[in-house]
């Protein structure tokens, strides 16, 4: 699996990887400070620990070496589970944020199928993809500063 999610890696965007680094952190940010988003994420991990809490006490009833089958819990089960939370977050729940992000950056794309509308005429009003009407790119302000 790419670090990166699948829209960053395409040619047609020209994004450096210092600049997809920066996307993803942004994203992410706008992605944590939705308190329904961070309820969920701290909600998985507790209900995780309570699951392994008592699996451990099922262990040790069970058998006689408790301790190493609890350590392979921890070690080996914990890393699997977060892949799978951060891969149900990045892949569900996260798109949305990422799309907004890159069209604040310029990126002509779909802010609700993630699109890349680069090639596709300014007089199309929606997304071939999905229907939506094209959001109009962010605006540059630039400063003249030869006006009186």
Request: aromatic share 12%.
């Amino acid at each position: 699996m790419p670090y990166f999610p699948p829209i960053l890696s395409d040619p047609k965007l020209k994004i450096s990887k210092k600049e997809k680094n920066l996307i993803l952190g942004a994203a992410s940010s706008a992605w944590f400070k939705r308190p329904l988003n961070m309820i969920l994420y701290l909600s998985a991990i507790i209900i995780w620990a309570v699951c392994i809490a008592v699996a451990t006490e099922l262990l040790e009833d069970i058998t006689a070496n408790s301790r190493s089958y609890s350590v392979m819990l921890w070690v080996v089960l914990l890393p699997i589970y977060f892949f799978f939370l951060h891969y149900l977050i990045f892949h569900f729940g996260f798109p949305p944020y990422l799309y907004r992000e890159l069209h604040k950056r310029g990126q002509d794309i779909c802010l609700d199928c993630g699109y890349i509308l680069i090639d596709i005429p300014k007089s199309q009003p929606k997304c071939p993809e999905c229907g939506i009407p094209r959001t109009p790119l962010p605006t540059t302000t630039t400063t003249d500063d030869s006006a009186p």
